[in-house]
């Protein structure tokens, strides 16, 4: 299992910005598909937002729009722009390379 690390979470008001960022030992960020997903107390994880090695972006519907993922080759960093934030959006957020690990998470809360 390898080991993430999420930064940037916070308090914001409804309507405000917030960017998270994803790193991991080496390159691995680069050379895998990375995802971000959250997870609300009483309620299901959800997948966010996906990256694949290639660049290949989706995203979950309720965040379409309002979301951005990205890579940085160079900082070997995966990083999840959220704008328009919304209270429901409040929640624990992870990142994770499929079959390899993910992070502690990061909480957003996003209040009204």
């Known amino acids: 299992q390898v080991q993430l690390v999420e930064s940037g979470g916070g308090l914001v008001q409804a309507g405000q910005s917030l960017r998270l960022s994803c790193a991991a030992p080496?390159?691995?960020?680069?050379?895998?598909?990375v995802d971000w997903y959250r997870q609300a107390p009483g309620a299901q994880r959800e997948l966010v937002a996906r990256?694949?090695?290639?660049?290949?972006?989706n995203y979950a519907d309720s965040v379409k729009g309002r979301f951005t993922i990205s890579r940085d080759r160079f900082k070997n960093t995966v990083d999840l722009q959220m704008n328009s934030l919304k209270p429901e959006d409040t929640a624990v957020y992870y990142c994770?390379?499929?079959?390899?690990?993910r992070g502690q998470g990061t909480q957003v809360t996003v209040s009204s």
């Open positions: 080496g390159s691995i960020l680069n050379s895998n598909i």
């Open positions: 994770a390379v499929p079959l390899l690990g």
């Open positions: 990256i694949t090695v290639g660049g290949v972006t």
